[in-house]
């Protein structure tokens, strides 16, 4: 599999090493697959008893025959996924689809670890090192931190606005040490955004630290998760008579374009389900067919707080700027903030389980598609993107009730927080990188 520029397909295709290495094409598009190998027959073969990392490496190996063979392939499922999705029945005809059993205790996990694996593996080939650079207002931020965290031959620096991430958040960023630095920035998570930007086109800084992002639209994070909807669906397939269909809490919409990419590639599901909070760019797309992109607004699952969703360029692309009619595969549902705590309230009530915000979302898009069809024996496997624990000031503002906090993010809670404060400019920036890595 090559990769070109969404911008100009034409162009020359770069190998999935370099579209890793790079992050973004050169001329300023999103990289995205050159072809949609056929993987029916591989999906066909696999069966029940497929654990995550068997399909992850069959995938591995079926998408990048050029560069693994069916060993390497494994061995590099099994360094990048020591954790698993797992499926569980919520109530008749939703499924929940648990993406939060890795370090950080969410679906970004199953993205940002592939791409440390794979990044490690290009800088060696290479004979090379690299520094990381990322801006986070949170989640993003600790996937990455988690996933380079002891990785050879890579340095991470991490810039946060100060006093603007939870408790939890800011220890997920801080705790780590060793290569993963965290920046504190006196200002806005724009800001950080900004020094980014601005370090990446600094040329002083340039020619001395090689600098490289990784952010959710390379597709070293994009590909991998295609691997659990293939895994979701060899569990289900043999026990599902009905329709097939999987709903998505979307923001940047990278987890459903994974999701997509499965189905061009043969997985057999009869529908997806865009569920969004407020932000409704994409909902709104598909009912009127007008894309208008504007400022993100505030929402309890803040995770998907998104005016102007960066793959939605990649959707345009899959079904070939409209020649592919999109509205026969997805459908979209926005869910507001009332209906999110509701949601959670309810599930609470009915079994006792807590989920996310975000989570909610989908829950609440799939029962709607379902009372849409009654009578139909559909099963809708929601994505469940975080783990409630994160969020345990949303749950007791909606339910009363905090869940149970998991070990691994208890952990982190004792440890001691170790930043640097930096002024919010980029004088400020190239000072820590210079000193650090030139
Ligand atoms: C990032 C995130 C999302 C949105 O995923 P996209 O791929 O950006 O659509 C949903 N839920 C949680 C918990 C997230 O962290």
Request: charged share 20%; proline share 5%; with cysteine.
């Amino acid at each position: 599999m090559k990769f070109t520029s969404t911008r100009n397909t034409g162009a020359d295709s770069v190998s999935f090493g370099e579209a890793v290495l790079h992050g973004l094409a050169p001329d300023g598009g999103l990289y995205h697959p050159t072809e949609e190998p056929d993987l029916r027959a591989l999906i066909r073969s696999i069966g029940a008893d497929a654990s995550f990392v068997d399909v992850a490496g069959a995938m591995i190996q079926a998408l990048f025959p050029e560069r693994y063979d069916a060993a390497t392939a494994r061995s590099l499922a099994l360094t990048a996924f020591p954790f698993e999705p797992r499926l569980t029945r919520l109530e008749p005809g939703v499924v929940l689809l648990e993406l939060f059993h890795g370090p950080s205790c969410a679906f970004k996990d199953f993205g940002a670890s592939f791409l440390a694996a794979t990044m490690e593996e290009e800088l060696a080939k290479r004979g090379d090192r690299a520094v990381i650079l990322t801006a986070t207002s949170g989640d993003t931020g600790s996937a990455v931190a988690h996933a380079f965290h002891g990785r050879d031959r890579i340095d991470v620096v991490i810039l946060y606005p100060s006093g603007r991430v939870s408790p939890l958040q800011e220890q997920q960023l801080t705790t780590l040490g060793d290569n993963v630095t965290a920046l504190e920035v006196r200002g806005s998570f724009d800001d950080c955004q900004r020094m980014v930007k601005e370090a990446f086109l600094d040329p002083e800084l340039r020619d001395a630290v090689s600098l490289t992002s990784a952010n959710s639209i390379n597709v070293g994070r994009l590909i991998p998760q295609s691997f659990y909807y293939m895994w979701a669906f060899s569990q289900l397939k043999e026990q599902i008579q009905d329709e097939l269909i999987f709903c998505v809490p979307s923001g940047n919409f990278g987890n459903l374009t994974a999701g997509i990419f499965a189905w061009r590639w043969g997985m057999p599901v009869s529908e997806f389900i865009a569920a969004t909070n407020s932000n409704d760019v994409v909902p709104e797309y598909l009912q009127t067919g007008k894309f208008t992109p504007r400022p993100s607004i505030r929402t309890l699952a803040n995770a998907m707080d998104v005016g102007d969703p960066s793959n939605f360029e990649r959707l345009v692309e899959i079904f070939r700027g409209g020649m592919l009619d999109i509205n026969g595969i997805l459908s979209g549902v926005a869910v507001d903030d009332e209906t999110i705590r509701a949601t959670m309230r309810g599930v609470h009530t009915a079994t006792g389980e807590f989920i996310c915000p975000h989570t909610a979302t989908g829950v609440y898009a799939a029962r709607e598609h379902l009372k849409d069809e009654p009578g139909s024996d559909a099963t809708v496997v929601t994505l469940a993107t975080a783990h409630p624990a994160k969020f345990t000031e949303v749950c007791r503002e909606a339910i009363g009730a905090e869940p149970e906090i998991p070990e691994r993010l208890a952990r982190l809670l004792k440890l001691p927080k170790r930043s640097t404060v930096v002024e919010n400019t980029l004088d400020a920036l190239r000072a820590e990188l210079l000193s650090r890595f030139a």
